[in-house]
């Protein structure tokens, strides 16, 4: 070794001329002043990725969000894939029965007919107490109309036709949400004041044709009746469609500003893994927020909407029926988000980690000796994979993460199922790499015998 004080080649450029070492004190001044340079730097990107980590926490609700805005509006499926349910809703069926019972019975005038009863009664001869009785037939006459037009009505309703007309409407009318939410007058479900309401004309129809075909042989005369139901009263409708127009326009790229945030907090942080892991719990907490949110507001909404406009449990079923999707997207990020940081973790240096990785590879290397034992044998495959483990490994869990990219609104279980064939893909082919065989197996560090 060459003593502190020898000099140095030269340069390029300094004439051959020999450049002096540094002496020990120098030495130790520039490794102070690189020490401390570092340590700056390592704030700096600290403190820059606490603030991408704040800003990819908040994002992140508003993200999932605005794409389950945008995907139910602008896909004409979706949206009926999201609302046909509805119409088989036995609750949402009553809530249609009884108020086009009501709507129905209240244009027939039973007085009159008690009175046109009474007049008949007097003409024909009857007892005086037989007469004077007949005025008191006005209640039992009104239910067992009542009674009559309900079961008309129910049968129209339950009979396919409303679940036909509903799932017609909706697909002629795709952006029947958007609606809603920007107040535009189009379509069968339509926001007009502090109500959302959805027209049910064509069943309206078809219940007056049933009642004739019944023996109501003036229910083509009927006025008809109010031809929309109230789904939703919100006093604050106009101020919710404000913010989901924002959310409408930003939900194509907000989702993506949200992940390239957290690539780049993970990117910009000292220590990538534990930032990924950070990250991940995060992202948890704030979905988990989320489905707490929504378990508040279907409080607040129920509570808001009278029952005389909507039966609870009518309502019930269509705020759970129209938010399903959102609520299906944040526990399958959830999800995600869980499994991410396990898997962070267990890259990690701590002592359960490192114990799993051990009994993994043990585990392993055990079944794959037993293999080449029984004559099965991978021989330079199985060395080329236990060469490029690591890149083997890296190319299943990009593939298992591609997959989730492109699978069409993945819910938690399309995530549990990736994971759990990722994992098998990377059990087997760590299995394959031990099985090369006896005196072929991979020494210490990956190296195998037979090739060092």
Known sequence: MAPADAPVPAAPGDAGEPRRSLTPAESAEYERLRRAASVRHRKLRRAGATVLLVVTLVFAPLAVVAAWVNSTVGDTDRYVQTVAPLAREPAVQNAVTDRLTKRVVDNIDVNALTASLTDVLKKSGAPPRVVDGSGELTGPLRGAITDAVHRVVGRVVTSGVFEEVWVTGNRRAQMALMNVLTGNQKGALRAQGEDVNLDIGVVVDQVKHELEHAGFKKASVIPAPDRTITLFR???????????????????????????????????????????????????????????????????????????????????????????????????????????????????????????????????????????????????????????????????????????????????????????????????????????????????????????
């Open 234 to 452: 919100a006093e604050k409708l106009d101020k919710a469609q404000d913010a989901m127009r924002l959310l409408d326009i930003v939900g194509v790229w907000l989702p993506v500003v949200t992940l390239v945030l957290a690539a780049l907090t993970v990117w910009t942080a000292p220590s990538h893994r534990l930032m990924l892991q950070v990250t991940a719990i995060g992202v948890g907490v704030m979905m988990i927020v989320l489905l707490i949110a929504l378990a508040v507001a279907r409080r607040v909404y129920l509570g808001s909407v009278p029952p005389a406009v909507l039966p609870p449990d009518a309502a019930a079923v269509v705020y759970d029926t129209l938010v399903r999707f959102l609520r299906d997207s944040a526990r399958t990020l959830l999800v995600v988000a869980v499994i991410t940081a396990l898997a962070a973790y267990l890259y990690g240096p701590g002592r359960v980690a490192r114990g799993v990785r051990s009994l993994s590879r043990r585990s392993t290397t055990s079944a794959g000796e037993a293999l080449g034992r029984a004559g099965v044998r991978t021989g330079a495959t199985g060395r080329w994979l236990d060469t490029h483990r690591k890149w083997t490994t890296g190319v299943v869990i990009a593939a298992g993460a591609l997959t989730l990219v492109l699978w069409n609104h993945p819910t938690a279980a399309v995530v549990a199922l990736v994971l759990c064939v990722v994992l098998v893909v990377l059990i087997l082919l760590a299995v394959l790499a031990s099985a090369t065989g006896p005196g072929e197996s991979a020494g210490p560090g990956g190296a195998h015998p037979a090739t060092s």
